[in-house]
C-alpha cells in the first residue's frame, strides 16, 4: 500500500495569515524601540527564517508513505531533495496515535505535513540496525494506519 500527501490550499492560507501576523509583530517591536530598529530589524530576519524553515520542510514537501509487507517506506521531497527512511514493522516497540508519549525519544525525526495540530499524527518508536531506541512521527490515512499497526503486531507474534 502507498500513498502520497501534500499540502493544499488549506495550510497555504494559514502560512500566509501566520506571515502577516508575524509581519505586523516585527513591525510593532521596530516602531517602539526606534533607537534599537537595526536590532529589530534583526530579530525580523530571524523570525521569517526560521518560519521559512518550517514551511519549506512541511508545507511544500510531498511525503510517501508505503508498506511493502513488513517493510515501511517513508520518504519526503522537498524540490529534488529527498529524505528517506526504511522501517522492519517487526522493529517498532510502540505506536501512539493523536498523542506524543512522555517516554517517547526526545530526537525525533518528523516526517508529517502539520506542524502544530497533533491529532492526526502517528509517532512510533522503533529499534534502528544498531538496536537504539528512536522516533519517527507520520500521518498515514486511518488504512495505513490500521495496517501499520497489524504488520507490527504480526511481526511480534513471529518472533
Not at 516526517?111 to 529499534?127: A, F, H, T, V
Amino acid at each position: 500500500m502507498k500513498e502520497e500527501i501534500t499540502a493544499g490550499g488549506k495550510e497555504f492560507v494559514f502560512a500566509m495569515i501566520w506571515a502577516a501576523f508575524m509581519y505586523f509583530f516585527c513591525w510593532i517591536i521596530m516602531s517602539l524601540f526606534s533607537s534599537y530598529a537595526f536590532l529589530g530589524g534583526i530579530i525580523a530576519v530571524v523570525v521569517f527564517a526560521v518560519y521559512g524553515f518550517f514551511i519549506l520542510t512541511h508545507y511544500t514537501a510531498r511525503f510517501t508513505y508505503s508498506l511493502n509487507g513488513s517493510v515501511l517506506r517513508i520518504n519526503r521531497m522537498i524540490g529534488k531533495r529527498n529524505k528517506e527512511m526504511e522501517i522492519n514493522c517487526a522493529d517498532i516497540e510502540g505506536v501512539y496515535y493523536g498523542y506524543k508519549p512522555m517516554s517517547f525519544p526526545k530526537r525525533c525525526i518528523s516526517m508529517r505535513m502539520s506542524i502544530i495540530n497533533k491529532k492526526r499524527s502517528l509517532y512510533m518508536e522503533y529499534r534502528d540496525k544498531n538496536g537504539e531506541l528512536c522516533g519517527i512521527v507520520i500521518e498515514p490515512s486511518e488504512k495505513l494506519r490500521k495496517k501499520i499497526i497489524k504488520q507490527k503486531d504480526k511481526g511480534r507474534n513471529d518472533d
